[in-house]
């Protein structure tokens, strides 16, 4: 849903780079190499970026 903002398996804060990852991606980069551009080395905190679904935005326009 939305995208968390520490990990959830070291603690390490991850949120701040999430517009900037989907930006890259976007412009058609590779998602190893924008993880390594952002810093983002460990496995756990790799994998919270590579298996989030943003569902926000599908969710949204039924809560008033």
Request: glycine letters at 6%; hydrophobic letters at 40%; proline letters at 3%.
């Amino acid at each position: 849903m939305i995208f968390p903002i520490r990990c959830m398996t070291c603690g390490k804060p991850i949120a701040q780079y999430w517009e900037k990852y989907q930006e890259k991606i976007k412009d058609g980069k590779d998602a190893k190499s924008v993880l390594d551009e952002l810093g983002i080395k460990r496995y756990c905190c790799r994998a919270v970026f590579l298996t989030h679904v943003d569902l926000i935005d599908k969710i949204g326009r039924f809560v008033k």
